[in-house]
């Protein structure tokens, strides 16, 4: 059973490096030809992407350079969602290259950058590779916690797809634990899956895998089933490397429910696919097959012949699961033809390749210790960073606010400056604007001191004229009066004598009278109104 185990998996390992040659080359071809058509961005994204997975088996280093191009070309368009997806297949050829530390660091990466993002499908899709990654090294419980992280969000998304993935992975996982229930139910799980997508190449995978399973868990007629859908469906396709895969697998499995005619049958089959791709990791399977059917027909020099062969091509590979295979039943074909010697020099050499594979089995747990260790050692080393980091974006934070208190500081000087120069400014306009008004001020008062000397030269002359005019009027007044004064006393003196006088001659007397009377009271007036401002301007002097 052990033996058996170590073929499939040594077997899924060698046809696994040959499924370049099942790579769906019309489905690369339709993707060139939309991305060279597209002028789209985020559809540029998606083809790039899907043109990375397609190349994941034939040319993982393809792969790795269009999820470059795409992770490049999503930054450029800013893309708020997907940016992981590159990732996640960048991680997906590291894994086929062998290189698993590799791929564990591109996943971390997926998930770091899903996160970022909150892309529930491409943090699924991470888990579930970071889960396969922990499996192929044999860290069961590590993996498994990641295959049942990721399921439920599959599950929450209903992404089909992703869920089929997690299913098989999580189904692998029981299987390598003999938990073949649970194997079975996860296997079945993700056919149905297969089944609704209608997508012929996951069918005919589902199958297979459902195949082994039973195969190794002794049920051969169910394996017989499953191997025989996956036939049928390689067979449509015209995938002719699957196809001779699967004809294998049902070849050993007819071998082990002992049908030896339709394992001879298939095995024709199988084999002429093998010949004509003329690949040589496939013959050393094919030739100790076909030496295991001569064997259990009793033809047992052909049988030796076919074992030989393929010991030799499996040294040649330096295949040692082949090797031991192919030793152990040269041994029991020497035992049937009675030769001790080549059985006993056959079952040695045997021994001899399984205590070397022992060897083997101790050199892949120090791997995987020393695997183990590095994701530590990683997962630490992404710790320390995301410390450092957050301790950085800390400080940054920090400078940040001081810089923003600063800036503010020195805006408040500025402002403060502003207005101080502003209120400088607006007073040195106010002292221009009142040193030009003194400045007027002055010149007005200059000029009302010159005005007012002309004005006090002026009233001298004035009372100079005044005192003239006065002195003129007292005068004159003087001078009119007196003649009038007579002219009145004679009037008087003629009217004592107005016996003599007619009528007409008293009334002119009395017209002279009473304009001699007028001009003597026009005079009085005079003088009384000389007499008064005289007054006046004293009394203006005494106050």
């Not at 970071?130 to 399921?151: H, K």
């Not at 009278?513 to 008064?532: K, N, P, R």
Request: aromatic residues 10%; neutral net charge.
């Amino acid at each position: 059973m052990a033996l058996k185990k170590l073929f499939y998996g040594v077997l899924m390992l060698t046809l696994l490096s040959f499924q370049a040659l099942a790579q769906d080359y019309d489905r690369i071809r339709g993707i060139k030809k939309k991305l060279s058509a597209t002028q789209d961005g985020i559809e540029e994204f998606q083809l790039l992407g899907d043109l990375a997975f397609e190349y994941r088996f034939a040319h993982p280093d393809s792969t790795i350079y269009f999820s470059q191009k795409a992770y490049e070309l999503g930054l450029k368009l800013d893309l708020k969602l997907g940016l992981a997806r590159p990732f996640n297949f960048i991680g997906v050829a590291y894994n086929y290259k062998g290189d698993r530390l590799a791929a564990y660091e591109a996943y971390a990466k997926a998930l770091e950058l899903a996160r970022e993002q909150s892309d529930t499908l491409q943090i699924a899709h991470a888990k579930n590779n970071v889960g396969r990654v922990f499996f192929d090294q044999g860290l069961l419980s590590r993996s498994y916690d990641n295959f049942l992280e990721a399921i439920p969000l599959f599950e929450a998304l209903q992404d089909s797809t992703g869920l089929a993935y997690g299913y098989q992975s999580l189904a692998n996982l029981y299987k390598t634990q003999r938990d073949y229930d649970k194997a079975e139910d996860f296997f079945l799980k993700a056919l149905a899956i297969r089944l609704k997508l209608k997508r012929t190449r996951d069918i005919m995978s589902a199958y297979t895998y459902l195949g082994r399973l039973y195969n190794e868990s002794g049920d051969y007629t169910k394996a017989t089933t499953c191997f025989l859908k996956a036939d049928s469906g390689y067979a449509s396709t015209k995938d002719q490397i699957n196809l001779a895969e699967i004809r294998i697998f049902l070849a050993e499995n007819y071998i082990e429910d002992n049908k030896i005619k339709e394992a001879e049958a298939i095995y024709e089959k199988g084999y002429e696919v093998i010949r004509k791709s003329n690949v040589i990791r496939f013959q050393p399977r094919a030739f100790i097959t076909l030496g295991k059917i001569l064997f259990l027909k009793n033809d047992y020099n052909n049988a030796r012949a076919a074992f030989e062969k393929g010991l030799k091509v499996a040294r040649e590979i330096k295949d040692i699961a082949l090797q031991m295979e192919a030793y152990l039943y040269l041994s029991k074909v020497a035992e049937k033809l009675a030769n001790p010697d080549a059985q006993l020099n056959n079952y040695n050499k045997y021994l001899i390749l399984k205590d070397s594979l022992k060897d083997l089995d101790v050199a892949r747990q120090i791997e995987r210790l020393q695997f183990e260790l590095q994701i530590e050692k990683k997962e630490q080393e992404n710790k320390l960073l995301k410390i450092n980091e957050e301790r950085n974006n800390a400080i940054i934070i920090q400078q940040r606010y001081q810089n923003i208190a600063l800036f503010a500081i020195a805006f408040s000087f500025l402002v403060v400056g502003l207005v101080i120069w502003r209120n400088n400014r607006r007073k040195a306009i106010a002292n221009q604007a009142l040193a030009k008004q003194n400045a007027e001020i002055e010149s007005q008062r200059v000029e009302i001191l010159k005005q007012n000397e002309e004005l006090a030269i002026q009233n001298v002359k004035l009372s100079e004229l005044n005192h003239e005019k006065d002195t003129l009027m007292s005068i004159v007044a003087h001078d009119l009066k007196s003649p009038l004064n007579r002219i009145r006393g004679l009037v008087e003196v003629i009217r004592l004598d107005s016996g003599e006088l007619s009528e007409d001659r008293l009334k002119l007397l009395k017209m002279i009278e009473t304009s001699t009377q007028a001009g003597v009271d026009l005079i009085t007036d005079l003088l009384d109104v000389h007499e008064i401002e005289e007054n006046r301007n004293v009394l203006k002097a005494t106050i």
